[in-house]
């Protein structure tokens, strides 16, 4: 292969930066799709395409004419279809797990992995719920993780720097204006913030939405009226506007240091403005001759027409020092083998070099025919070299054939070397990009051609090759089961119970844990449904399989798993309940469960005991108060027994009643001399005492004996309720006894209780009570003499009011 052949899809970039575009698949999608019709969206990393219909271009569709999403892979090779049933969508993207994002213009975020499958949503804000979304852009957070970042109508920019965690933040706000913004862009180097373009004004807006955001003033030498469209470089260093005059500048993002700035012969905004790699632009324009989508990766830019899949970066150094026209690198002697023989005499003294050139510049070539000359040139100088090390070559020959394996068109992921190489993990994360797109198989070859540990390779592919087997809900269960047992064994690195979690059901999940004997994730994974009946049967169950010990020991470990098991004892097994108090050293629920049970019919029997326990198990945990009331009682229950046992008729009269009750069923069967014994042994208020006293002399209508306590000492509760229990028990002339002995700030409503209102009328007049007199005057009726009690509370009135 010829010079010239080699380099003819090379072009010079200034002075000597060379870049090249070659194709890397026909699209097998070119007669289903229109991408003049369609909104793709790629993903790095040779990323599936998501294409979905530009809803701002009118064409035939057919059925309801509900969106539909598409995703294919490189090739064009359609992996899957499905209906888009929810709002409308402002921007689609994906993760750099290879994610479909989704922001809808109400500000919800749905992730659907490559195949269409729900994951989960997620609301951005409920400020941008209120004012909707009008564009989003999808970055990536300095920490690795997926961000995203909405400008909502109102042009305020709201950040998540990580999905998996989404937690909202509001950038600094843009000063007042009637311009909307023209474009903008998000720079995630050492903190994350946004470059907005409004008109000729430019701004950084910071993660504080307090802040005031100060207009910058990049160095641009022509006059412009306003910036169309920005872009920032992958490394986040480089900035590229492009501004209504037709010009493009090129600086770093900080806008200190100018690049550069070039005279595009256009004047229209263009569809894309990208940077290849680090070092330059790509900028395009539609036409409709041209349909493209221009992704951005790390070494370069890849080129999505209807027809091709073409990719466009730097050449690299090592490529053009064996390939340029006239080069005189070693390497470049061993590009045509029909002369290698006369170039290893040229090359003696540099032949190690020219080897090592070959073998690194095998890695960034895609045509096969120039790996297997470049190949071979480094085979035939390894020759001649005494002491050379193989392993360089032997690892480049193994990793072209996985690149190459992953390349074909079949699998669809056109991924360089140098994006490998910068891939987290490396070859774990390309065996991770097969396993998403469940190449399982290709998965398992790559990992046992490049003999990576077992925890790494294959354990890791067939747990998850299980998981997507489990999660397959038409195969029937026992199939799969089957399936699983013969394809992993006792296979080192792998957990049944990791396996278990991919089945759909909860309650199957936890069903195929206990059977394999996992207890704990069993557990965990009922606990985590929210589903109590399930927490209880694996409680339950556990408790069966287990021994005591062991038992008590996993639940306390989990909070609701313990409660849940003590509600249950509480209602089935309280020697069980008390068992866990003791385990935990809980004083005050033991003593509460003893109380509990003493009140329990079936155990009045036990009830002193009970008691008995629950004081021993407060003084143990230092409850003196609930101990000294626990003795209280257990005094109380044996004075009430001994009074059944001594008065005449009070059997099972007093046993389980209050203080309260006890002195008033003594009071009620005139045994006074015990009730005031009682009284003091109890120390029951005189208040209290006082009401239940007369209460019962009032209702036995001892009226002589309740006047003589009346006068025994001062009422420590007045003599209001004297008056009282006097009318409840339909004495009037009685409770007249006890008026005057009122005190005076209730006197007229006594007054008026007894019926005496024109006492009432004229004691309210002495204390100046127009509220009083009011009330006293309508009490009063329409009739004689109280229609004339009511003309003279209105003169009373009248006085009062002529004082003031």
């Known amino acids: 292969m010829s010079a010239a052949m080699l380099t003819a899809d090379w072009f010079l970039l200034g002075r000597e930066l060379y870049y090249r575009k070659f194709e890397i698949y026909s699209m097998a999608w070119h007669q289903d799709v229109n991408l003049e019709n369609f909104i793709a969206s790629c993903g790095s990393y040779g990323g599936p395409i998501a294409t979905r219909r530009d809803d701002q271009k009118f064409v035939k569709v057919q059925g309801t004419g509900q969106p539909i999403i598409s995703i294919f892979s490189g090739s064009g090779k359609q992996i899957v279809s499905f209906k888009w049933t929810r709002r409308p969508i402002v921007y689609m993207g994906w993760s750099n797990d290879e994610k479909l994002i989704c922001v809808q213009e109400d500000g919800m975020v749905v992730i659907h992995d490559m195949f269409g499958k729900y994951l989960h949503t997620f609301a951005i804000s409920q400020k941008v719920q209120d004012a909707k979304v009008v564009d989003a852009k999808i970055f990536i957070s300095p920490q690795n993780f997926t961000g995203i970042a909405v400008m909502t109508s109102n042009f305020k920019i709201f950040l998540v720097h990580n999905i998996q965690e989404p937690k909202t933040r509001q950038l600094s706000e843009l000063p007042r204006s009637q311009i909307q913004p023209t474009c903008w862009a998000v720079i995630s180097e050492d903190s994350t913030e946004v470059l907005i373009a409004r008109g000729v004004e430019l701004y950084r807006l910071k993660q504080d939405e307090h802040h005031t955001s100060a207009m910058l003033e990049p160095d641009i030498t022509n006059k412009y009226s306003s910036i169309l469209e920005m872009s920032v470089s992958l490394n986040a260093r480089h900035l590229a506007l492009y501004t209504d005059s037709g010009h493009l500048w090129l600086g770093s993002t900080d806008l200190r240091t100018k690049y550069c700035e070039i005279d595009t012969d256009s004047i229209y905004k263009p569809k894309q403005l990208t940077w290849c790699g680090n070092e330059a632009v790509v900028v395009y324009w539609e036409r409709a001759s041209t349909l493209l989508v221009v992704v951005p990766e790390i070494d370069g830019v890849r080129i999505v027409s209807n027809t091709q899949h073409e990719l466009l970066q730097k050449v690299p150094e090592v490529v053009q020092k064996i390939f340029r026209i006239n080069s005189t690198d070693p390497g470049s002697f061993f590009k045509g083998s029909h002369k290698a023989n006369e170039y290893i005499t040229l090359v003696k003294n540099d032949l190690q070099t020219a080897v090592n050139q070959c073998i690194e510049a095998v890695g960034y070539e895609f045509d096969t025919e120039v790996q297997k000359m470049l190949i071979r040139?480094?085979?035939?100088?390894?020759?001649?070299?005494?002491?050379?090390?193989?392993?360089?070559?032997?690892?480049?020959?193994?990793?072209?054939?996985?690149?190459?394996?992953?390349?074909?068109?079949?699998?669809?992921?056109?991924?360089?070397?140098?994006?490998?190489?910068?891939?987290?993990?490396?070859?774990?994360?390309?065996?991770?990009?097969?396993?998403?797109?469940?190449?399982?198989?290709?998965?398992?070859?790559?990992?046992?051609?490049?003999?990576?540990?077992?925890?790494?390779?294959?354990?890791?592919?067939?747990?998850?090759?299980?998981?997507?087997?489990?999660?397959?809900?038409?195969?029937?269960?026992?199939?799969?089961?089957?399936?699983?047992?013969?394809?992993?064994?006792?296979?080192?690195?792998?957990?049944?119970?990791?396996?278990?979690?991919?089945?759909?059901?909860?309650?199957?999940?936890?069903?195929?844990?206990?059977?394999?004997g996992e207890n704990t994730p069993a557990l965990v994974k009922a606990i985590e449904s929210g589903d109590t009946d399930l927490v209880y049967m694996v409680i339950l169950k556990l408790r069966e399989k287990m021994p005591l010990g062991d038992f008590k020991m996993t639940i306390r470990n989990f909070p609701v798993a313990q409660s849940l098991y003590i509600k249950y004892c509480k209602e089935h097994n309280t020697q069980a309940l008390n068992e866990i108090y003791i385990q935990e050293d809980d004083f005050s629920a033991q003593a509460e469960t003893f109380i509990l049970e003493s009140l329990d019919e079936k155990k009045k029997h036990m009830k002193d005991a009970l008691l008995t326990s629950a004081l021993e198990a407060y003084k143990k945990g230092r409850k003196d108060l609930y101990a000294s009331m626990c003795d209280e009682t257990l005094k109380l229950l044996r004075f009430q027994r001994d009074v059944e046992d001594k008065i005449p008729n009070a059997k099972n009269r007093f046993t389980g009643k209050s203080v309260h009750d006890t002195c008033k069923l003594l009071l009620e069967m005139n045994e006074t001399k015990l009730a005031e014994k009682f009284r003091n042994d109890y120390k029951i208020p005189d208040k209290r005492f006082w009401w239940l006293k007369i209460s019962n002399l009032a209702q036995n209508k001892d009226w002589i004996e309740l006047e003589k306590f009346s006068k025994l000492k001062k009422s420590p509760i007045g003599y209001a309720p004297f008056v009282d229990v006097c009318l409840q028990n339909d004495n009037r002339q009685e409770a007249l006894k006890y008026l005057s002995k009122v005190s005076e700030d209730v006197k007229v409503k006594y007054c008026i209780k007894v019926g005496c209102l024109e006492e009432a009328a004229d004691i309210a007049f002495q204390q100046r009570d127009i509220q009083g007199l009011l009330y006293v005057q309508s009490k009063c009726s329409l009739q004689f003499p109280q229609t004339q009690l009511s003309d003279r509370i209105n003169s009373m009135i009248t006085q009062l009011d002529s004082r003031k």
Not at 459 to 484: C, D, F, G, M, N
């Open 377 to 516: 040139a480094a085979q035939f100088g390894k020759c001649f070299i005494s002491d050379m090390k193989s392993d360089s070559y032997v690892n480049m020959c193994r990793m072209l054939r996985v690149l190459n394996a992953v390349r074909d068109p079949k699998v669809g992921i056109p991924l360089t070397i140098t994006q490998l190489n910068c891939m987290k993990k490396r070859t774990q994360g390309l065996l991770d990009r097969l396993i998403t797109r469940n190449n399982y198989y290709l998965a398992l070859q790559i990992a046992k051609y490049l003999k990576m540990p077992e925890k790494e390779g294959s354990s890791h592919i067939l747990v998850h090759w299980a998981k997507y087997k489990v999660s397959q809900s038409q195969l029937e269960e026992e199939t799969v089961a089957r399936e699983i047992a013969d394809k992993l064994g006792y296979t080192s690195g792998i957990s049944y119970s990791e396996i278990a979690n991919y089945e759909s059901k909860a309650s199957e999940q936890v069903k195929l844990l206990l059977e394999l």
